[in-house]
């Protein structure tokens, strides 16, 4: 009995002290759990750490690589102060640095004439004109270096002079020529263009030129009988003429509405009917004959009624051609069909018949 209780209480040792084991290595789990999330946070944080150092170090690289592109201001300060009021409206030119520096000059002084405005004003409009090259151009120029509308358009000029055109001549009239199926008041126009371009005043220069130009016609032989003075008075001459031009090219180009006409040709009958009283005999055909005589090209080989008959038709156009045209196929009755030699050429064939024995330039039934 004594021994069962010993036995009794070691088991109960042995669990105590299980016990307490398991409750340490629980302990140590825990601790290692908390031991591997702070590790993993301090990772997370490194690598976030990692990962901003690197994109600020990129872009400190790309700013070192492409600085700041710095925007100069060429206009005096005064014209910076000058306020554009709201309602002024923006020219609608623009200028890259390819076009005339002049026309583009004369474009935006129309415009601004419209809206007015002070001298700093046409400044400022005119910056917001240019573009790609031009505006490089304009951003290099040295601070505060513009201090007027009219320095500014100097220095325009200045810099685009090779895109300016030639300037017009006296003689460049005198290459206005009228073309060929160009109407006058077209004529006239563009003449008159290239009059205001080149600003001459001699007027006998101009009216030579203008004569020189026209077409030939009932308006140029009126300027050569009696020689206008001035442009003026060409111009005058010229609407009567212009009128009538324009009449005429309505009349032409007007559709005509088609009406068939009454056919007043008699139909074309047939020799036999026509020459001899005689009937035909029935049952037999127009083409056999009791004694059948060859119909040759050559005036021997042909009776002599045939010979002295006319041509009843002079066609441009082919007989063989004409009989398929829908309006001439519908009047003509065509034959019937047969296996039968209607004729003594046995080699000709007859478009009209489908048959061989004669040709449809001899084609009795066509009436020749």
């Known amino acids: ?64 690589l492409t600085p700041p592109r710095e925007f100069s201001t060429p206009f005096s300060q005064e014209i910076l102060d000058a306020v554009i009021p709201k309602t002024f409206a923006g020219p609608k030119v623009i200028f890259t640095g390819m076009e005339d520096p002049e026309a583009h000059l004369t474009a935006f002084h129309t415009q601004i004439v419209l809206v007015g405005g002070s001298d700093a004003a046409r400044c400022k409009l005119f910056m917001s004109t240019l573009t790609g090259m031009a505006m490089d151009w304009f951003i290099s120029l040295p601070n505060g270096h513009i201090t007027s509308f009219q320095h500014l358009s100097q220095l325009f000029r200045e810099q685009y002079l090779a895109n300016r055109a030639p300037p017009p001549v006296s003689y460049d009239l005198f290459d206005v020529k009228q073309y060929q199926g160009e109407t006058l008041k077209e004529y006239i126009n563009c003449f ?24 030939p016609g009932p308006f140029c032989e009126s300027i050569i009988c009696n020689r206008p003075r001035t442009f003026a008075e060409i111009r005058r001459r010229a609407v009567e003429h212009i009128a009538f031009e324009g009449k005429v090219c309505e009349k032409r180009t007007s559709v005509v509405p088609s009406r068939p006409r009454a056919q007043t040709r008699a139909q074309p009958v047939r020799v036999n009917e026509t020459t001899t009283g005689r009937k035909k005999p029935e049952g037999r055909c127009p083409y056999e004959t009791k004694n059948p005589q060859p119909r040759g090209p050559a005036g021997g080989d042909r009776p002599a009624r ?19 045209v829908p309006n001439i196929a519908e009047r003509l009755r065509r034959p019937t069909k047969t296996d039968k030699v209607l004729g003594p050429r046995k080699d000709s064939w007859c478009e009209f018949h489908e048959a061989f024995g004669h040709d449809i330039d001899n084609c009795l039934s066509l009436g020749y």
């Open 1 to 64: 009995m004594q021994q069962v209780m010993e036995m009794m209480r070691g088991l109960q040792d042995e669990m105590v002290e299980s016990r307490v084991e398991l409750e340490r290595m629980q302990a140590d789990l825990a601790d290692s759990r908390a031991r591997n999330e702070e590790l993993h946070r301090v990772n997370e944080e490194l690598r976030r750490g990692l990962s901003n150092n690197q994109g600020q170090r990129e872009q400190d690289e790309t700013e070192r």
């Open 192 to 215: 008159g263009a290239q009059v205001v371009k080149v600003g001459t005043s001699e007027e006998p220069m101009i009216v030579y030129a203008f004569r020189k130009g026209v077409c």
């Open 306 to 324: 045939e010979r002295a008959r006319p041509a009843r038709y002079n066609f441009v156009v082919e007989l063989k051609d004409l009989i398929v």
